[in-house]
């Protein structure tokens, strides 16, 4: 095995291990339940739909587009990782 070879599965291992440590640990329930929403339906900020009969440009609460909430959602859960996976490469001196 070349050193490139070594530095990429040690990398690779190291970001696997990241994205489940973030997965399961760092990020929040709310992330949890609503990074998966899609579709142009209006949801409730915790992701609960709003009814079909229920006017969504006068609830007294906010409402969002499913899509618009996953996605804010992912990017979000992203974030919270802090860029760990930039950290991860300078740290096993890895350059392309």
């Given at each position: ?27 929040s ?9 899609h ?15 229920a ?42």
């Amino acid at each position: 095995m070349t050193d490139r070879t070594a530095k990429f599965a040690a990398v690779y291992a190291l970001m696997r291990m990241a994205a489940d440590l973030g997965d399961h640990w760092i990020q929040s329930d709310h992330q949890a339940v609503t990074k998966g929403l899609h579709g142009d339906h209006f949801v409730y900020g915790d992701g609960t739909p709003v009814p079909a009969d229920a006017d969504p440009y006068e609830a007294d609460v906010p409402v969002y587009r499913a899509s618009l909430l996953g996605r804010s959602a992912a990017c979000r859960h992203c974030l919270s990782l802090g860029f760990r996976a930039a950290g991860e490469f300078r740290a096993a001196g890895f350059r392309w």
